[in-house]
């Protein structure tokens, strides 16, 4: 593994904002020293979700994953730091909640799932590699919603103003 600082997605699904997760999730990222630069709360669109999950749309399950990602509002997320998606992908956790480890995001937080029924409600989205990352990353978030950590970092906040 090299030094690499890079960006990943994640998206707290419908079931994770409705059970009241988000706060525990970021806790998560936080302290395993990844730094949020993005981040929403919305409503996603049938469209949105269609393009997002286009990878799954052969998929049998695709139209019910669309549908249930319209249910409710979603939290999608940009974090970024040294080997972001890597170190997320190991805190999320395997996508069927049968498989999840104990101590992962969705080992402790998914409900259900299993590779008989993917549509379980396993909490967490996050992108399985950088590119993947830069899709998701451009198709939720405008580049003036994404913060440069370098850029904010040369301002105090608490400074007073000249004026």
Same mark, same amino acid.
């Given at each position: 593994?090299?030094?690499?600082?890079?960006? @990943?997605?994640?998206?707290?699904? *419908?079931?994770?904002?409705?059970?009241?997760? $988000?706060?525990?999730? /970021?806790?998560?990222?936080?302290?395993?020293?990844?730094?949020?630069?993005?981040?929403? =709360? /919305?409503?996603?669109?049938?469209?949105? =979700?269609?393009?997002? %999950?286009?990878?799954?749309?052969?998929?049998? =399950? #695709?139209?019910?994953?669309?549908? %249930?990602?319209?249910?409710? *509002?979603? $939290?999608?997320?940009?974090?970024?730091?040294?080997?972001?998606?890597?170190?997320?992908? $190991?805190?999320?956790? +395997?996508?069927?909640?049968?498989?999840? !480890?104990?101590? @992962?995001?969705?080992?402790? #937080?998914? /409900? +259900?799932?299993?590779?008989?029924? *993917?549509?379980?409600?396993?909490? /967490?989205?996050?992108?399985?590699?950088?590119?993947?990352?830069?899709?998701?990353?451009?198709?939720?978030? @405008?580049?003036?919603?994404? $913060?440069?950590?370098?850029?904010?970092?040369? @301002?105090?906040? %608490? !400074?007073?103003?000249?004026?």
């Amino acid at each position: 593994m090299s030094d690499i600082r890079e960006r @990943t997605f994640i998206m707290i699904k *419908p079931d994770g904002v409705h059970r009241a997760l $988000v706060g525990k999730i /970021i806790k998560r990222f936080e302290n395993k020293g990844l730094k949020l630069v993005a981040l929403k =709360f /919305i409503w996603g669109k049938e469209d949105m =979700f269609k393009k997002h %999950y286009a990878d799954l749309s052969n998929r049998k =399950f #695709f139209p019910h994953l669309v549908k %249930y990602m319209c249910r409710g *509002p979603v $939290v999608p997320m940009v974090w970024e730091g040294l080997h972001a998606v890597e170190i997320s992908r $190991v805190l999320l956790g +395997q996508t069927c909640s049968e498989e999840c !480890e104990p101590g @992962t995001i969705r080992g402790d #937080f998914s /409900i +259900q799932g299993n590779r008989n029924h *993917p549509m379980g409600r396993n909490v /967490i989205h996050g992108s399985d590699s950088v590119e993947s990352a830069k899709r998701e990353i451009d198709l939720w978030f @405008t580049k003036d919603e994404v $913060v440069d950590w370098k850029s904010a970092m040369h @301002t105090w906040i %608490y !400074e007073e103003d000249d004026d």
